[in-house]
């Protein structure tokens, strides 16, 4: 039997694990500031920018519930040459007795449609690592379904494609990992299954002034056997420098976002979450701050930073 206060713990687990303990699909991590995250979801992002760009997230979610969600994600990617990019990133995914690392590396390749316009397409490679103690639940140990996990390796493949205008628009499809991985204790019970979660990503920036521009952006993700999460997203920049925003997840959560444009290669964005569920009861939202540094090219006038 469960205790009681280890219900909304649980709860969280069915969440990110899609249909219970005995195994089917795990939700990759969630992140409000996607916009400025969109190597870690899409490979083909990878040098997308033309310098590099180092990246590290901070999320908290779900604060002042024990056992919340907790992430921390760091990228980089740089262009070689013309047409290839480069990335690595890594992260750290705690929920309640689960654990779950990361490592990447991503490599695209972008051809010229036009004047303006790229597509780029990228491949992802690197490993998980899932551990998973419930006997942090306190579980009946001759459960079957709440046998430990314990440093589970599992192989990650991905791969997406990334179609942009130069400063206008963005649009981008990918599955972050194409391998459907089965997670076992000693007598072969499945504890966990992840499976490939698919995306969309786009965006349209409109000129509003000549120092203010309009962003709405969407991102969509689909896992089978969880539901469709769909997040939108509309950003404004002013001069060039800040950044104000708000965010609607669908059946789950609305957002603020801001971002600062600190020097010419360091911006800073934090966004709030507050929780439209019923789990919203239980905490008072989530938190995500966002750090970017770039090396920029000093033989290149930066003009006007692209806000995407």
Wanted: net charge negative.
């Amino acid at each position: 039997m469960i205790k009681h206060n280890n219900i909304i713990i649980v709860l969280m687990l069915l969440i990110f694990f899609g249909m219970g303990f005995s195994g089917h699909a795990q939700q990759d991590s969630q992140y409000t500031q996607y916009m400025y995250n969109t190597q870690t979801i899409n490979p083909a992002y990878a040098g997308n920018r033309g310098m590099l760009s180092i990246n590290g997230l901070y999320r908290n979610q779900w604060v002042g519930l024990d056992g919340a969600p907790e992430t921390l994600n760091f990228s980089l990617n740089t262009p070689v040459g013309r047409k290839v990019g480069l990335g690595f990133s890594f992260f750290s995914d705690e929920i309640g007795p689960s654990k779950e690392q990361q490592l990447a590396i991503d490599v695209s390749y972008s051809i010229k449609i036009s004047e303006n316009t790229k597509l780029a397409f990228g491949v992802k490679g690197g490993f998980n690592l899932l551990d998973v103690n419930f006997s942090e639940l306190n579980f009946n140990p001759a459960d079957p379904n709440a046998q430990n996990v314990n440093n589970q390796l599992s192989p990650l493949v991905g791969a997406g494609v990334y179609w942009h205008h130069s400063d206008k628009w963005y649009i981008g499809v990918s599955v972050p990992n194409l391998l459907e991985t089965d997670h076992y204790d000693d007598v072969v019970v499945s504890t966990a299954s992840e499976r490939a979660t698919f995306y969309a990503i786009a965006g349209y920036v409109f000129d509003l002034s000549d120092n203010v521009k309009l962003k709405p952006a969407v991102l969509g993700k689909a896992t089978s056997g969880a539901p469709l999460a769909v997040d939108l997203t509309a950003n404004v920049l002013f001069h060039n420098k800040f950044t104000l925003g708000a965010a609607y997840r669908w059946d789950a959560a609305v957002s603020g976002l801001a971002a600062f444009q600190v020097t010419d290669q360091i911006m800073v964005g934090y966004a709030y979450d507050f929780d439209t569920t019923d789990l919203g009861n239980y905490n008072s939202g989530s938190h995500e701050i966002f750090l970017r540094f770039e090396l920029i090219n000093r033989t290149k006038r930066v003009v006007s930073p692209r806000f995407f």
